[in-house]
């Protein structure tokens, strides 16, 4: 069941910024991720589906309304964070804490008090003088505070230590499990993986991928060197190797008798118990950053394929 969805939003500000032709859905109980460097246009997508702005071309729904026409519902039913918060710095973080339970109309604050708990949030403080990282977990506390089914959370670990970012992660998908759909945005890729069914690269104002974590899993196999002693082990290990539908050869050296094995982690016992039966020389995994795959991803032009 489609909760978010996207058809076609353009939005251009000229001179090439905006978002362009953007279209995506994300489904219940799944968390998207929007990943893209820096002006790349998450920011924006966002606004349009909080209905803080309207879209020039396409449509934007948040379970089945539209975003713009119906936009004080959506922003009163969603969690939202900010990826800049903006806090009414006078007040202390418990009077913030407690004038959000009233608009939001919140009586019991029994969940609430777990989230400070969670994320070691000290309210009792004027916000003027939080550190930054405090203000963000006074923000994530305020979008989850009424337990919304909803999510959509602007770079929601952008100033939080490690540890945070860890239990903000681990948080999310806890939440997950219990029915609720999340859209992030991030740069960062670990942060996107570690909790996204599915994640859309945005670059200069264009959706360039999109993939599931099925895909992202096959995107993640590994490849292993192996060296063999002579020209009949060679033969004889390419031979198992592509008769086999489990591996798949990604290279082969005849004169150095080497070869490198694709092979998917839950084929690895089946690859080693092959390998076992052949004299081995050498067998070392080949690194594979899929930090550095993407980095380079970001820096394609637009209408790049999917990695
Ligand atoms: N209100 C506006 N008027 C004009 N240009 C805008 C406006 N809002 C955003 N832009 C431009 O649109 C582009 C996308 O901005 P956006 O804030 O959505 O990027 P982002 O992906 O969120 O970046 P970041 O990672 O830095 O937060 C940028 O070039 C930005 O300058
Ligand atoms: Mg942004």
């Known amino acids: 069941m489609t909760i978010i969805s996207l058809q076609h939003v353009t939005k251009d500000y000229g001179h090439g910024r905006g978002i362009f032709d953007i279209s995506f859905n994300v489904e219940k109980a799944t968390v998207y991720g929007f990943l893209g460097p820096n002006g790349a246009g998450k920011t924006t997508a966002i606004r349009h589906i909080m209905g803080f702005s309207k879209p020039q071309q396409g449509i934007v729904t948040v379970n089945g309304l539209n975003s713009w026409t119906n936009a004080s519902t959506i922003q009163e039913k969603l969690g939202y964070l900010p990826g800049e918060v903006a806090l009414p710095e006078h007040l ?44 963000r977990k006074l923000a994530i506390v305020t979008a989850f505070m009424h337990d919304p089914n909803v999510l959509v959370l602007d770079e929601p670990t952008s100033g939080l230590d490690p540890i945070m970012q860890q ?38 104002g264009h959706v360039i991928s999109s993939f599931n974590k099925l895909e992202l899993l096959k995107m993640t196999e590994k490849v292993f060197h192996v060296k063999v002693k002579n020209a009949l082990d060679y033969k004889q290990l390419g031979q198992l190797i592509e008769s086999n539908t489990d591996f798949h050869l990604v290279n082969k050296n005849e004169s150095a008798f080497e ?17 076992a039966a052949i004299p081995i020389l050498s067998f070392n995994e080949v690194p594979f950053s899929l930090e550095k795959h993407f980095m380079e991803f970001y820096d394609r032009r637009v209408g790049g394929e999917l990695p």
Do not use: W
Not at 171 to 195: N, P, Q
Not at 263 to 272: A, E, K, M
């Open 259 to 275: 070869l490198q094995i694709g092979c998917y982690p839950n084929n690895l016992s089946r690859l080693i118990k092959l390998l």
């Open 167 to 204: 239990r903000f992660i681990n948080f999310v998908r806890e939440e997950k499990k219990r029915g609720k759909t999340i859209l992030l945005s991030s740069h960062i890729f670990t942060e996107v993986d570690a909790t996204c069914d599915e994640i859309s690269i945005i670059k200069d």
């Open 92 to 135: 202390t973080g418990e009077q913030f804490i407690r004038m959000m339970m009233d608009l939001r109309k919140v009586n019991d604050d029994t969940h609430c008090k777990k989230l400070i708990d969670f994320f070691e949030l000290d309210a009792s403080g004027r916000i003027k003088r939080m550190s930054l990282g405090m203000k």
